[in-house]
């Protein structure tokens, strides 16, 4: 995590919490352009580690509210697939949380 020190450290060096970020910013994978990866599937994928990494950063020694996780959008270059490159890139990770949650309740 950006910005966050371990303060249980055993090695003897004075370590301290110098910053404790409102704004945990992530970049999307890149995939190959000839991938045949099913980019809906990758997408959920996204959304799941997300999610994931929410929990993890609010179970974190510390850390008294687990800070807000970004989406940074990625200019694209090269020959590959990003998920999140255009404004409907949004709507598709937003069906995509939707998609997840309808698995999770099933």
Request: with cysteine.
């Amino acid at each position: 995590m950006l910005g966050y020190s371990d303060t249980d450290s055993s090695d003897e060096i004075d370590r301290y919490q110098y910053c404790e970020p409102d704004t945990v910013v992530f970049h999307p994978p890149r995939l190959p352009s000839d991938d045949t990866a099913e980019l809906d599937f990758r997408r959920q994928q996204l959304i799941a580690t997300l999610g994931n990494a929410t929990l993890q950063l609010q179970k974190t020694k510390g850390i008294e509210e687990a800070p807000t996780i970004t989406i940074e959008n990625v200019c694209p270059r090269g020959s590959f697939t990003y998920l999140l490159t255009e404004s409907t890139d949004v709507n598709r990770l937003e069906s995509a949380h939707a998609q997840l949650q309808a698995k999770q309740k099933a």
